[in-house]
């Protein structure tokens, strides 16, 4: 049964869950959990009742949202269904229709496979920078070159050089996306334009920094003030003592399970990367005893997740960030624990496979199978530990 409604952000869409397109994956989500998004496969959703769960498809066709049940099926029955229906939902434009920036980016994103944070981008950047671009059609728009370069030097000089090679990259995603299906287009605006470079920033810190990365102390006015990462609650504590142990993203730390950590062969599974690439690290033997203590110790709640969100009851905390309490960004700690690998004598290797970095590039690179140097790289990650302790008193 298919039904159409108006398009309608619903609540909680920025904390779309997601589950992998497996069988296993899919019988594992609790019961009365609501809508999953499968992984992978455009527009299929499992709805997780009290007693229940089945499949449904949506997709925006035309401005409404057309949802349609298939049932209480297997996935691999489901995902067959759903390909059908996807197909036979799709859009075909009139005779006249003429597709507007803004129709092939909502289909751009209804129809790629993209990570929750690139699609959160494309969708800002498009309502942020393209409102006056995104009613003109196609054809118009790649005839505008001079307009598209004028409007990429204005983002650039209003908002900065990351911004417009952001809003570059999604007009040229789509642009080509769509182009695939009508040939008839010209060439992309973007041709005209270039993504340029950004200098890499010298972000890591250094031992004086660390130290009052974790804590500082300054007497004022007859007040003490105390900030740092040691004045932190349990959660946020360990949760950046794993950043500054493994250079791992933000991101890929906040959605850790325990069913991702191997606590006695002291391995860690990050599961949510960028790009999609997970990846095995080895745990240097003092992280391994923190997060046995921190496990253990009844400061933090029974969870599936390694650290809980006490906000959101069920999920993992989101966001991190600590800046009031003299914590700098995250992102700082991946350049801290890079420039550490270097100074340890880490091969380029190694350093891609400890950092979760892509081994493409060349073709022998390729063939390195990361999870069988795992044990190879754990020397480098307990040196990198014992460092930062000798800096950062835990006490």
């Known amino acids: 049964m298919t039904a159409v409604v108006p398009i309608r952000k619903p609540a909680g869409e920025d904390q779309v869950k997601i589950v992998a397109a497996n069988q296993k994956a899919v019988d594992a989500l609790p019961f009365n959990s609501g809508m999953w998004r499968v992984k992978e496969i455009p527009g299929l959703y499992v709805r997780c009742r009290a007693k229940s769960k089945s499949f449904l498809l949506q997709r925006r ?6 949802k349609e049940t298939i049932g209480k099926l297997s996935l691999k029955v489901a995902r067959e269904k759903a390909m059908k229906s996807w197909s036979a939902l799709r859009p075909k434009p009139a005779a006249h229709e003429v ?3 803004e129709i092939a980016i909502d289909r751009y994103l209804e129809e790629k496979p993209l990570a929750p944070k690139t699609r959160d981008n494309y969708t800002y950047n498009a309502g942020e920078y393209l409102a006056d671009w995104k ?5 118009d728009v790649g005839n505008d070159r001079a307009g598209f370069r004028y409007l990429i030097r204005d983002i650039k000089k209003k908002h900065g050089v990351a911004t417009s090679n952001q809003v570059v ?3 040229s995603a789509v642009y080509r996306w769509q182009r695939k ?5 010209p060439e992309p605006p973007t041709t005209a334009v270039e993504i340029e470079s950004i200098p890499p920033r010298d972000w890591a810190y250094s031992s004086e920094e660390l130290k009052k990365w974790w804590y500082s102390r300054e007497e004022k006015g007859g007040e003490t003030t105390e900030r740092g990462v040691k004045t ?9 003592l794993t950043a500054l142990f493994t250079g791992a993203r933000k991101g890929s730390i906040e959605a850790l399970k325990w069913t991702d950590l191997d606590l006695e062969k002291k391995t860690i599974h990050f599961r949510v990367t960028k790009g999609d ?8 033997d003092q992280l391994s005893e923190f997060l046995i203590v921190y496990r253990d110790g009844g400061e933090v709640s029974p969870s599936e997740w390694v650290f809980p969100s006490s906000a959101r009851e069920g999920n993992h905390i989101v966001g991190v960030k600590n800046d009031k309490e003299g914590v700098g960004p995250a992102h700082r700690l991946r350049h801290t624990f890079r420039t550490m690998l270097a100074q340890l004598g880490a091969s380029p290797d190694q350093a891609r496979m400890l950092m979760g970095h892509s081994m493409g590039g060349d073709i022998s690179r390729g063939y390195i199978t990361a999870p069988h140097v795992v044990e190879s790289l754990r020397p480098l990650t307990n040196a990198a ?3 930062y302790l000798r800096i950062v008193v835990l006490d």
């Open 169 to 171: 990259r999604l007009v």
């Open 61 to 66: 066709v035309r401005g409404h949202l057309v």
């Open 277 to 284: 690439r997970p990846y095995i690290v080895p745990m240097s």
């Open 385 to 387: 530990t014992k460092h």
């Open 135 to 139: 009613p003109r059609g196609l054809h």
């Open 232 to 240: 932190l609650g349990a959660i946020k504590r360990m949760w950046w």
């Open 99 to 101: 597709v507007t920036l």
């Open 181 to 185: 299906i009508d040939p008839s287009l």
